[in-house]
């Protein structure tokens, strides 16, 4: 029997992960604070749930896809929340990336219902929700995990069980801050080479080919050139990302001594008023502090 699939929050990468799952054949229930996606996916075939609590209790399996630690406390855990609707037996899989300590204390606090929860945040951004191509990196019981994977399978390629709850969110912290901090670099190295006189695609067409090369350097590395930041993912969920990735290196004394020179480039852009900007858009601010 294929398990009842429930999803929570229907934005730039839930939607089309939700599409997905559709497409893949599994009964769906869906809700979103915004109506427009929830009536596009109810035309495709899914079940519209009024509220967290109703969308769990008609699913086996309920995935959340948020923005923030509080909007996942909120639905897991607050009133008319998933886990007043959820029943024993049942799974939880959150999809966000947020605090891996409050994973963990919402992880404990199904667990005492008798409910799993999985932490399985990715990567890859709106292409690789809509492509299924997803990078998913999951935290929780291997038994949870056996019982999520043709999930994940229908969402996405590289799926890691990277350890207990919260270790999903640990190895998302670390994508998060590898991103960034590449992001930055070949922003820094394109406009290097545009005020230098140099063609910029040209030198992004040679770094491609040695060991500079990176996806980041091949999309990103576009979108700085075609000054083309429409979001894949936004500054403002980086900055947020980039917090904690701050957090989890000063709980465990771990030096990022690069990476906070990022954070404090994606807060100049948040401040800005550049935070709805993809994250590549790094490079507007990287051009605005140069000509102060």
């Given at each position: 029997?294929?398990?009842?699939?429930?999803?929570?929050?229907?934005?730039?990468?839930?939607?089309?992960?939700?599409?997905?799952?559709?497409?893949?054949?599994?009964?769906?229930?869906?809700?979103?604070?915004?109506?427009?996606?929830?009536?596009?996916?109810?035309?495709?075939?899914?079940?519209?749930?009024?509220?967290?609590?109703?969308?769990?209790?008609?699913?086996?399996?309920?995935?959340?896809?948020?923005?923030?630690?509080?909007?996942?406390?909120?639905?897991?855990?607050?009133?008319?929340?998933?886990?007043?609707?959820?029943?024993?037996?049942?799974l939880v899989i959150d999809m966000s990336?947020?605090?891996?300590?409050?994973?963990?204390?919402?992880?404990?606090?199904?667990?005492?219902?008798?409910?799993?929860?999985?932490?399985?945040?990715?990567?890859?951004?709106?292409?690789?929700?809509?492509?299924?191509?997803?990078?998913?990196?999951?935290?929780?019981?291997?038994?949870?995990?056996?019982?999520?994977?043709?999930?994940?399978?229908?969402?996405?390629?590289?799926?890691?069980?990277?350890?207990?709850?919260?270790?999903?969110?640990?190895?998302?912290?670390?994508?998060?801050?590898?991103?960034?901090?590449?992001?930055?670099?070949?922003?820094?190295?394109?406009?290097?080479?545009?005020?230098?006189?140099?063609?910029?695609?040209?030198?992004?067409?040679?770094?491609?080919?040695?060991?500079?090369?990176?996806?980041?350097?091949?999309?990103?590395?576009?979108?700085?050139?075609?000054?083309?930041?429409?979001?894949?993912?936004?500054?403002?969920?980086?900055?947020?990302?980039?917090?904690?990735?701050?957090?989890?290196?000063?709980?465990?004394?771990?030096?990022?001594?690069?990476?906070?020179?990022?954070?404090?480039?994606?807060?100049?852009?948040?401040?800005?008023?550049?935070?709805?900007?993809?994250?590549?858009?790094?490079?507007?601010?990287?051009?605005?502090?140069?000509?102060?």
């Amino acid at each position: 029997m294929v398990d009842r699939i429930g999803f929570i929050g229907l934005g730039i990468m839930g939607k089309p992960m939700a599409r997905n799952l559709l497409a893949a054949g599994f009964d769906l229930t869906v809700q979103s604070r915004s109506a427009g996606p929830v009536d596009e996916l109810v035309a495709a075939g899914a079940t519209r749930g009024s509220d967290p609590a109703e969308v769990a209790a008609a699913s086996d399996i309920t995935i959340t896809m948020l923005p923030d630690t509080p909007d996942v406390e909120l639905v897991l855990a607050g009133p008319r929340g998933v886990i007043e609707g959820a029943v024993p037996g049942s799974l939880v899989i959150d999809m966000s990336s947020i605090d891996p300590g409050a994973t963990r204390t919402m992880a404990a606090a199904f667990d005492a219902r008798g409910i799993a929860m999985l932490d399985a945040p990715v990567s890859g951004g709106e292409r690789g929700a809509i492509d299924a191509a997803l990078s998913i990196m999951v935290g929780g019981s291997d038994v949870a995990f056996r019982r999520a994977t043709p999930i994940f399978e229908a969402l996405g390629k590289s799926i890691v069980h990277v350890g207990p709850s919260g270790a999903g969110q640990v190895a998302k912290a670390c994508n998060q801050l590898v991103v960034a901090a590449t992001i930055e670099a070949v922003a820094e190295a394109l406009l290097l080479a545009e005020r230098s006189g140099v063609d910029a695609a040209k030198v992004r067409a040679a770094l491609l080919g040695g060991f500079a090369g990176s996806k980041i350097l091949e999309v990103h590395g576009q979108r700085m050139l075609d000054r083309s930041f429409a979001p894949g993912f936004r500054i403002r969920l980086h900055r947020k990302d980039a917090r904690i990735v701050e957090e989890a290196a000063s709980a465990t004394s771990t030096p990022i001594p690069a990476f906070t020179v990022v954070a404090r480039q994606l807060q100049r852009a948040v401040d800005a008023g550049d935070g709805e900007l993809d994250h590549s858009g790094l490079f507007v601010e990287l051009e605005r502090l140069t000509s102060r």
